[in-house]
């Protein structure tokens, strides 16, 4: 096919573009969106010739191609009906709850698989048009599994990969999927499939193997042969975050001030708790503050002197489900300080929107106890950031169901689901000694320092470059 005058050896494709559409004195500007992602792929790509194609977050028609922090920045347009039916429907009502063990009942409808199928599509042809001869296309997300296939079919000299930043479902729950074939043969397409954690890469492999028997293909190891000759390795690449960075801020006097302000504000409490989460049934928020009621009710905890902090981000909105969610969570929150808030004094604080970077910063270094209690997550970045952030003297209680939990072995690890026990370890990490804190923060701290974002970039890139051959 022909190719397009502006050609690039990395180009990047993604959901949503880095950037985000505000006002800015009474005119409407990009600004870079926060995230390790951004981060990541900036230090990747100087001094490359990167390009990165996403939606824009509006529908209608795609802004024209821009220039933005040393990247070329393609948007791909989304209708108001593909919005709906490709990222609200297949993407959030059909993958998401089923890529997270069914926490709530996924819908599957032939009118958003279709959608789906037609904005993979659309993001193929324009990365097959930005992509110099033999480049490197690097596809993020659950959002676009069958881009790799479409892509391929356009330009077979690229190298094609592929990172799954959610958790691939045991395959007891992928076959739901009525799409599942064309979700598998869009992903074995590429060179490189990563995975946040072994099981993810081992749950899409035994898929293969069991569901797409009537397609000639073998599995050997972690690489999928295909009838076509081609192969594709499936393997895990957990992703970090900018750890030096974020522990750069933490220390900064700005930032350390503000958190001593933040405890200020909330009366000096003995013991702060935190919780950092978008707004999603995933993260567990309902479980933790059941607990958190269950012990202002007993006593375990005292509403005077142990306070809590709930930043809830607002995300999809628009769907039931999280409108349901965002009701209990209310709800709770209301119970709780109803019942033992004294004047000026809630037990709980909830936060029911963004902050910059630097007040998040703020708040890890306040926090003597972070609470990450997810049903399911693919890797959680708010527990690495903790420990980023925090000094010795902090405590990570940590979901089993986390990928970070493969990880942040030395956090104080929790089944959310175990009301009780989950109760017992938060008491645990508020009442343990500062040597044992600081022995588990220690190891904690060498593990995200060693592991950061940028490794987890080049370790996916390298892995791309010699698949289906292990580095
Ligand atoms: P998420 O589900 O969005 O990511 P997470 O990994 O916790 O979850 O990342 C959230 C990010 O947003 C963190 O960097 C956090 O600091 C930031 N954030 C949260 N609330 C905020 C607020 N109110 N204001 C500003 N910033 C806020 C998905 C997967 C995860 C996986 C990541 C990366 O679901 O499992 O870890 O992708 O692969």
């Given at each position: 096919m022909p190719l397009s005058q502006e050609r690039f050896d990395l180009v990047i494709a993604a959901n949503r573009l880095p950037v985000?559409?505000?006002?800015?004195?009474?005119?409407?500007?990009?600004?870079?969106?926060p995230?390790?992602?951004?981060?990541?792929?900036?230090?990747?790509?100087?001094?490359?010739?990167?390009?990165w194609i996403g939606w824009s977050g509006v529908p209608g028609k795609a802004p024209a191609a821009f220039e933005q922090g040393g990247m070329r920045?393609?948007?791909?347009?989304?209708?108001?009906?593909?919005?709906?039916?490709?990222?609200?429907g297949f993407s959030n009502g059909s993958l998401w709850p089923l890529s997270h063990d069914d926490i709530v009942p996924p819908t599957f409808k032939r009118r958003w698989q279709a959608a789906y199928e037609t904005v993979n599509r659309r993001f193929a042809e324009a990365a097959a048009k930005l992509a110099a001869e033999k480049a490197t296309v690097w596809v993020h997300d659950y959002q676009l599994q069958q881009m790799p296939q479409f892509l391929r079919e356009l330009r077979p000299d690229l190298r094609i990969g592929w990172f799954n930043h959610i958790p691939f479902p045991p395959v007891e729950l992928f076959m739901q999927l009525p799409a599942r074939d064309a979700m598998l043969r869009g992903l074995l397409a590429a060179d490189f499939l990563g995975f946040q954690r072994r099981t993810d890469a081992q749950n899409f492999l035994r898929a293969c193997r069991q569901l797409l028997v009537d397609d000639d293909i073998s599995v050997r190891a972690d690489v999928v042969h295909t009838a076509d000759g081609h192969e594709c390795r499936a393997a895990a690449v957990p992703i970090s975050i900018d750890t030096r960075g974020m522990a750069e801020l933490a220390a900064t006097a700005k930032v350390r001030e503000r958190a001593a302000e933040i405890r200020?504000?909330?009366g000096n409490p003995k013991h702060l708790l935190l919780g950092?989460?978008?707004?999603?049934?995933?993260?567990?928020?309902?479980?933790?503050?059941?607990?958190?009621?269950?012990?202002?009710?007993?006593g375990s905890l005292d509403p005077t002197e142990t306070k809590f902090i709930q930043v809830a981000t607002p995300s999809r909105e628009r769907l039931e489900a999280y409108q349901h969610i965002k009701r209990d969570v209310e709800q709770t929150v209301g119970r709780i300080n109803g019942e033992h808030s004294s004047f000026g004094a809630p037990?709980?604080?909830?936060?029911?929107?963004?902050?910059?970077?630097?007040?998040?910063?703020?708040?890890?270094?306040?926090?003597d106890v972070m609470l990450v209690t997810p049903l399911r997550d693919g890797m959680n970045l708010v527990a690495k950031e903790y420990v980023a952030a925090h000094d010795e003297t902090g405590a990570l209680v940590l979901s089993e169901f986390t990928g970070a939990a493969n990880e942040l072995k030395q956090s104080y690890l929790c089944n959310p689901h175990d009301i009780a026990r989950t109760k017992r370890t938060i008491v645990r990490a508020i009442e343990a000694s500062p040597e044992e804190r600081a022995r588990r923060m220690r190891a904690m701290h060498r593990q995200v320092l060693r592991h950061d974002v940028q490794r987890w970039a080049e370790r996916f890139l390298t892995d791309l470059a010699v698949a289906p051959r292990q580095p």
């Open positions: 985000d559409r505000v006002r800015e004195g009474g005119r409407s500007v990009w600004r870079r969106s995230g390790g992602l951004v981060t990541a792929m900036e230090s990747v790509m100087s001094g490359r010739d990167g390009a920045l393609h948007p791909v347009a989304l209708s108001a009906e593909e919005v709906r039916d490709y990222y609200e200020e504000q909330l950092v989460d978008r707004l999603d049934y995933t993260k567990g928020i309902r479980h933790r503050l059941k607990a958190l009621e269950e012990m202002y009710r007993e037990p709980v604080t909830y936060l029911h929107r963004s902050f910059p970077r630097d007040e998040m910063a703020a708040m890890f270094v306040a926090a």
